[in-house]
């Protein structure tokens, strides 16, 4: 078998090439059996980086429908690597500011508290960011952020 990373870099080399044809999907498909190659042979560094691939291709294409549907799709794959899963939510939790507008935002947000609810080891490191989050974004939960409940209260 080839190296993870050297196929990773023919797929993105072919994918951003191809970007203006429209094989957006192609690339991310090749990417998504680089993963499964990888998860099967339970090799979590190329696990982790066929993921973060997935995630970089979605994005740098601002094409954010399609990252959250990527998002939800790796992280119900069968025997999925919890550490892969780690890195490619804090992945993602990095592109939530650079999101285009708030309904984006919100919508990545409500995405990844999905994927994380509920297991083990990934809830606490997203919610802490998602309490800071929410002082920006105060609507997402329904609920105004606590800082500014305790603020009111005062007053």
């Known amino acids: 078998m080839r190296s993870v990373r050297s196929c990773i870099k023919r797929v993105l080399h072919d994918g951003f090439l191809s970007k203006s044809k429209g094989k957006l999907h192609e690339a991310v498909e090749g990417l998504l059996n680089l993963e499964k190659m990888a998860r099967v042979a339970e090799d979590i560094t190329a696990t982790k ?3 973060s691939a997935v995630l970089a291709v979605c994005f740098n294409a601002k094409d954010f429908k399609l990252l959250e549907e990527q998002i939800m799709l790796l992280s119900k794959r069968r025997s999925q690597l ?3 899963i ?10 939530i500011d650079q999101a285009p507008d708030q309904d984006t935002k919100v ?4 995405t990844l508290q999905a994927v994380t ?3 083990v080891g990934l809830g606490g490191h997203f ?7 929410r002082v920006h974004y ?5 609920l105004p952020p606590r800082s500014l409940l305790r603020s009111s209260a005062r007053g």
Request: aromatic share 6%; with cysteine; glycine share 6%.
């Open 117 to 119: 609810e509920g297991k």
């Open 82 to 84: 919890k550490q892969a």
């Open 86 to 95: 780690q890195a490619f939510v804090r992945q993602a939790i990095t592109y």
């Open 107 to 110: 919508a990545l947000i409500k």
């Open 49 to 51: 980086a066929c993921c």
């Open 127 to 133: 919610n802490c960011r998602l309490d800071s989050t």
């Open 138 to 142: 105060p609507l997402i939960s329904g």
